[in-house]
């Protein structure tokens, strides 16, 4: 009965078919940037990558790192921004930042669920930028 109910609701609101495609000009307009090229189904990646690179949401390593993460997976590199870790890791498990006299310290914790247990990877910002990492 809840599941018929929730599929009148999505219906009747317009379902998740409403949104116009995610086109490169968009870029910050729906908010999610950081986000996978994949997952707004933009079909020229290098036009977004560029793109994000313009308008200072992520850096050069960062675009080489999701090129090369398009076909090795999901990878890290040391100097990479945030909005970076977010466009190939997505959204960590959670998330901790404390400031000091030295700058802002930033962990981002991603979960990978194995069969028997799940492994935490440990990703380390220092001043928006990746400093270190540690994978279980």
């Known amino acids: 009965m809840k599941r018929i109910l929730f599929l009148a609701m999505a219906t009747a609101l317009g379902g998740c078919g409403t949104m116009a495609p995610y086109e490169v000009a968009d870029i910050g307009e729906r908010g ?45 590199a040391r100097g990479m921004t945030e909005c970076g870790v977010r466009m190939i890791w ?10 000091s006299q030295y700058g802002t310290r930033q962990t981002l914790t991603y979960e990978d669920h194995g069969y ?21």
């Open 32 to 76: 999610g940037y950081c986000s996978s090229v994949r997952t707004f189904g933009i079909a020229d990646t290098d036009a977004y990558l560029e793109a994000m690179q313009a308008q200072g949401h992520i850096n050069a390593m960062d675009a080489e790192t999701y090129r090369e993460s398009l076909t090795e997976g999901r990878m890290i």
């Open 90 to 99: 997505g959204r960590p498990y959670d998330e901790r930042s404390y400031s």
């Open 116 to 136: 028997y247990s799940s492994d935490y990877h440990f990703i380390y910002l220092r001043n928006g930028k990746v400093d270190s990492w540690s994978f279980n």
